[in-house]
């Protein structure tokens, strides 16, 4: 007998209430970013610093036809693809290489691109909380809770962020019925979702994702009989999601995991990685947010723990509604084991955010692979927004859909009037001034009035969502309306919370234009001739950091996270600019504080022939021979092994030509020409991965005057062409390419049979005539 099959999935099409969510859900953060979508307000901080340079680069790279492997604009060249945090292979940021006009990117793209990460986690939250079983009402609040919580809203300016906590309600999603269901197009499907979650770019967040999955799987084993059949095919397809997707990653994790070897972070101390961590009296901050002030595009009146960027780093509000809701879930917890998860998930990641001020941040560090590498444990608090999203779903879900017995709605009623007891107690003794002797910046009159301005406003909205609930319970009046009003009074809480957190006035397209007349000289001058520029000094800076990189201008300066450990020489700052190329320097009015760019004359050329070298082996003994006096780096190479060969002993008088021909972000070639056997010196940053070739003839490259490059001519004229090929993106690439072909060629092969079983038609009668 044929099987019928479920009508579940095309009634999901047809239900208008369920669009109707999505419609919502779409509108909502579109309403709550509306100023930056029509231009009267712009992303701010590291956006405009940081991520709208590197979209700028990245697609107008792409759109020339070149992968941008390598940026050699900033910090006298460095790694592009190779840094997590550009996210070429993304793909949603790869879609920017479409609106490429006339090698520029239009700001307005990145922003929306930005916002529509909020729609996408809005809606996949609310496919998740359906997945649960929960109807359209909860889920739909679970939607709105998780896409503008706290956490989304001051992370907004960090597109790597929002990207990865976008898609964590879709892989969870997956993965799950990863775990529920045995057909093997799911496994395949969810492995690259997951494997493409890693080119979002933020190996932090991927690192807690990963380990988050893993408990999942561990609380699903532990529901059901250990050693079945069925929990050991489970195990069987857990593993092969998270092998397949690190596998599918390869083509950025590979390259990510070079750099980081050799970045400035590849020994982090313990002090270092805790920075970031969460202080206990900041859970203040789940009832009222702005306790300790803000940090945002209108200013950093803040006065809590650590630097003023803690304030986005450790943000646990989650709203009034979804905090009390939270709340609210326990008593659900005989009747949904879920609760539990969810509840312990949200607990555990708020005691590792704590850092050194808890005892299981230094565990992890010390003994889980993987998170001795980031600092920052705050940012663990995403897993408090989306067990709070979901949790809040379950608790409406028992009040407008399950029956409530006598016992269960006294709890309720209880642990609510204990939330609205707890907020207004809070209240009531910053109101009164007893909390002035536990917190001292309250004794400042400014940082005081403020306080108590916006505590006020957080009471409003706790005493309005306690009264909101409670009429809601007591009287069993919940219906259509009841789930609009709980969204609307959530998107006040919140845009009263974050509604200008990201209104920044500065648009990053004119930010970058405004020093023209000075980027008009340099492209004029660069016309004839390569070299770099001094742009910043100790007192003040003269272009942007990343300025380079925006208007592709030769800089020493740039600013990303994982700037090489290797970043500069080490020796006078006369002798740095010669080897560096650098034509002009950046300097200080001690007066007038304005700065200038002024010629440094005595610069070399990118590249030029030296006829003697010493070796160094040691870091310590090549950085002392440096600062001697018996150091020209005019004359001579300082090399890190042997070359092998031998130079004349007499320099006097050689006669070279070392003329750039062409020059790319990933190659250049010379031509070249010299009277005696030589180093050819190349003022670029020494990085494994690049070839050079004399002749067509590969040579070796060696690390000269500490971070530069240097290569072996011999007499005579040559061509030589230098290329950025790193193996790690090659075999990186060649390992993504077969996983994903894996998954396709074995997600389709299993979803056709899949089908076929569902339909009732088996493979033999297909293949076979009847």
Not at 29 to 54: K, S, V
Not at 359 to 383: E, I, N
Not at 413 to 442: H, P, S
Not at 496 to 510: A, I, R
Request: with cysteine; proline share 5%; charged share 15%.
């Amino acid at each position: 007998m044929a099987k019928t099959r479920p009508q579940h999935t095309a009634a999901v099409r047809k239900d208008p209430g369920t669009w109707l969510c999505i419609a919502i859900l779409t509108g909502l953060p579109l309403l709550f970013f509306r100023d930056i979508l029509l231009g009267n307000a712009f992303l701010w901080e590291d956006f405009l610093y940081l991520t709208y340079p590197i979209r700028k680069f990245a697609a107008t790279s792409l759109a020339m036809g070149q992968i941008p492997l390598w940026n050699p604009y900033i910090f006298s060249g460095m790694p592009f693809l190779a840094d997590l945090n550009t996210t070429v292979l993304y793909i949603p940021c790869t879609l920017l290489t479409l609106v490429v006009r006339d090698g520029s990117l239009p700001v307005f793209w990145v922003e929306l691109l930005t916002v529509l990460h909020y729609v996408l986690a809005g809606v996949t939250m609310f496919a998740l909380a359906q997945s649960y079983g929960l109807r359209r009402g909860p889920a739909l609040f679970s939607g709105a809770a998780y896409m503008l919580s706290g956490f989304m809203i001051v992370h907004a300016i960090h597109l790597p962020v929002i990207s990865m906590f976008a898609w964590f309600p879709l892989v969870f999603l997956f993965f799950r019925n990863v775990l529920l269901h045995e057909e093997w197009w799911r496994v395949f499907l969810c492995a690259v979702v997951l494997g493409h979650t890693w080119l979002a770019g933020f190996p932090q967040l991927s690192l807690y994702l990963y380990v988050f999955l893993v408990a999942s799987f561990l609380f699903e084993v532990f529901r059901h009989s250990l050693l079945t059949k069925a929990t050991l095919k489970m195990v069987a397809r857990a593993a092969a999601v998270i092998a397949l997707s690190l596998a599918v990653s390869m083509v950025q994790f590979l390259p990510a995991q070079e750099i980081a070897e050799l970045s400035k972070r590849a020994e982090m101390t313990y002090g270092k990685a805790a920075e970031g961590s969460l202080a206990w009296q900041q859970l203040l901050t789940l009832f009222f947010p702005k306790f300790f002030g803000t940090a945002g595009a209108q200013g950093y009146p803040y006065w809590g723990p650590g630097a003023y960027w803690y304030f986005w780093e450790t943000c646990i509000y989650v709203g009034i509604l979804p905090c009390i809701l939270m709340l609210l879930s326990i008593p659900f917890a005989s009747r949904r084991r879920e609760v539990l998860f969810f509840l312990g998930t949200a607990f555990v990641a708020l005691l590792y955010a704590l850092g050194d001020n808890f005892v299981l941040h230094r565990l992890m560090f010390d003994f889980v692979p993987g998170f001795s590498r980031f600092r920052v444990p705050g940012r663990a608090v995403m897993f408090l927004p989306f067990s709070a999203s979901l949790l809040s779903g379950f608790a409406l879900q028992g009040f407008m859909h399950e029956e409530l017995t006598p016992i269960l709605r006294t709890r309720i009623t209880r642990l609510l009037a204990g939330a609205g007891g707890l907020g207004l107690l809070l209240w009531l003794l910053l109101a009164t001034g007893a909390l002035e002797g536990t917190f001292r910046f309250l004794s400042n009159p400014q940082a005081s009035a403020i306080v108590h301005r916006d505590a006020t406003v957080s009471g409003c909205v706790i005493s309005l969502s306690i009264l909101v609930l409670y009429y809601f319970i007591r009287r069993k009046a919940w219906n259509r309306a009841a789930i609009f009003v709980l969204v609307g009074l959530f998107f006040i809480d919140m845009a009263l919370f974050g509604g200008n957190q990201n209104n920044g006035k500065v648009n990053p397209e004119e930010y970058f234009k405004q020093p023209q007349r000075l980027l008009t000289f340099l492209k004029t001058e660069a016309e004839t001739e390569i070299f770099r520029i001094n742009s910043r000094s100790p007192h003040g800076m003269i272009l942007d950091r990343n300025q380079g990189m925006f208007s592709r201008i030769f800089t020493m300066e740039g600013y990303t996270p994982l700037a090489l450990q290797r970043l500069s020489i080490p020796v006078a700052d006369s002798v740095l600019f010669d080897l560096l190329n650098v034509k002009y320097k950046t300097v200080i009015n001690e007066k007038t504080r304005v700065a200038t760019l002024e010629p440094h004359p005595t610069y070399l050329p990118r590249a030029f022939f030296l006829y003697a070298y010493h070796v160094a082996r040691e870091e310590l003994e090549l950085v002392a021979y440096m600062n001697s006096p018996a150091f020209n780096h005019r004359t001579t190479a300082v090399l890190e092994k042997d070359p092998g060969v031998t130079l004349a002993a007499d320099t006097a008088g050689r006669r070279w030509i070392a003329r750039i021909r062409e020059y790319s972000e990933n190659a250049f070639t010379l031509d070249v020409e010299t009277d005696h056997d030589g180093l050819l010196l190349l003022s670029e940053m020494y990085y494994p991965g690049w070839k050079a070739f004399v002749d067509g003839k590969q040579t070796e490259i060696f690390r000269t005057d500490y971070s530069l490059r240097s290569l072996f001519v011999p007499a005579g004229k040559h061509d030589i062409v230098v290329k950025y090929q790193p193996d790690s993106v090659l075999r990186g690439g060649l390992i993504s390419l077969g996983s994903l072909l894996l998954c396709i060629i074995g997600g389709v092969a299993s979803f056709i049979a899949y089908h076929r079983r569902r339909s009732g038609v088996s493979p033999a009668k297909d293949v076979h005539h009847p």
